[in-house]
């Protein structure tokens, strides 16, 4: 990794690309307008309106439907390089199965908001699915039906077609673990199921099959003409190991493979991880099924599955220290008991406005060096990074967690060589936090939920990212930043 450009250990090569972040569900509202479908985050708020926080939902949320000129010029007020959005399957394909009909304002809208990017000098980077299902498609059995694979091809192949001469990188899965594990282990997600150890595995099978589906049909028959480039956004927090012990490493090991790994290493290495295959076999047999949990992959869909990306994504935001555990209860079926290690946060660790998340910026330049040696030095996008809080413009906090960890990051790449060429904060303005709903802030930008015009207003941390953009430094302060270099 030539980084000879960087000057000073603050300063980010003149490569390196930063961004900013959103998602369909959480930002564009327009829920049933101009032919979309229902998606299960509808389904879920209407039908059970007490599963959000304060019975928030995102029927309209930042209105971005309509609003998305203004998001683009709060984009280029930034500085960024591109926009991290992605795309509401059910706006595409409100029936979502194979051979159903695409609604054309659906592409029309992303096809406004694409060349508005373009036309700004920001370059789009677009997720296929970012866990808005289509309603119809949960009802024929969601993740867990194997015929998922095929609705997902027919969906990203209508998607390479229509919008593949605008958008350049692809990601077709955002943190598959929130939408098979949150959603169908553990009730914490839409469609809120709770079969862990079952569905949960079952769910992602069938998504990482989805995934190198969709992988090959853009390299056989969009790749040469379009020239763009395919990954899947994976999450994980650091496991730090709780002591220095050789089982607490072993434990710590194991929690991120059970993370990262149950999706990294299938379209990196081909495979589940071992000590998931390992675990799970052996504790089903123990509890009498007569085969695994954990579904398998044959020889040739290994072959399939193997090198489908062309870039490692990332998105991490905190830390757990992992300790190893005793086997106890063989009978428990669940994700949590196969995998078996005791995960904690350390009380010292800076909270933020979401109980999962504390402040932990040395967390970022382990994870990516785990990536950087588990996967042989591959190219890596952080395609999420950012801290929450209760609102207001003025925070403190925020500038404070993107100083210390674009610091963490800077060192990977300068002093550890690790190959990270894009950085995302998420999120570009405040949006609906899921099960949290308005009540958790990500934004760089605030958005007033009680006006309908959803008014945005700059936060001071959008000031501080401008400035780091456009010095490609950590700054201080804005007058004077770390880089000798810069100083004007
Ligand atoms: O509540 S519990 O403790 O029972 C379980 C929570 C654990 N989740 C929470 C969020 N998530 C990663 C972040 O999720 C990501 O980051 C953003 C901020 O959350 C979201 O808005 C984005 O949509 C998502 O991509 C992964 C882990």
Known sequence: LDTSNSTSKNKFPDYFKFGAATASYQVEG??????????????????????????DNGDVACDSYHKYKEDVA??????????????????????????????????????NLTQELLDNGIEPMVTLFHWD???????????????????????????????????KIWMTFNEPKQTCLEGYGKGVKAPAFTTTGMADYKCTHTLIKSHAKAYHIYDEEFKAKQGGRVG??????????ASGSEKDAEAAERAIQFTYGWYGNPIILGNYPQVMIDRIDERSKQQGFAQSRLPKFSEEEVDYIKGTYDF???????????EWKEETDISDVGYDS???????????????????????????????????????????FITENGVSDRGGIDDPQRINFYREYLSNLVDAIVEDGVNVTRYT??????????????????GLYSVDF???????????????????ISTRCLVDSCENNLCADNRK
């Open 133 to 167: 299902t289509p309603e119809p498609l949960q009802e024929l059995g969601g993740w867990p039906n194997p015929e998922m694979e095929e609705h997902y091809a027919y969906y990203a192949r209508i998607v390479f077609e229509q919008l593949g001469d605008l958008v």
């Open 232 to 241: 899947m956004v994976i999450d994980t927090v650091w496991f730090e190991p």
């Open 312 to 322: 490692v994504a990332l998105n991490m935001y905190t830390a757990n220290y992992a």
């Open 74 to 111: 709060m984009l280029k007020d930034l500085g960024v390089d591109y926009y991290r959005f992605s795309i509401s399957w059910s706006r595409i394909l409100p029936y979502g199965v194979t051979g159903s009909p695409v609604n054309k304002l659906g592409i029309e809208y992303y096809r």
């Open 425 to 442: 904060a998420w999120s570009l303005m405040d949006n609906f936090e899921w099960g949290s709903g308005y009540s958790e802030k990500f």
């Open 30 to 55: 327009a829920w049933n307008e101009d032919g979309k479908g229902e998606n299960i985050w509808d389904h879920i708020t209407h039908t059970n309106p007490t599963y959000v926080e304060n019975e």
């Open 450 to 468: 009680s006006s309908p015009e959803r008014t945005r207003t700059k936060k001071a941390s959008a000031d501080y990212y401008s400035q780091v």
């Open 338 to 380: 196969d995998l078996n290690v005791h995960l904690f946060m350390d009380d010292s660790w800076e909270e933020s406005a979401s109980s999962w998340l504390r402040v932990v910026p040395w967390g970022l330049r382990k994870t990516v060096n785990w990536l950087s040696k588990t996967y042989n030095n591959p190219e890596i």
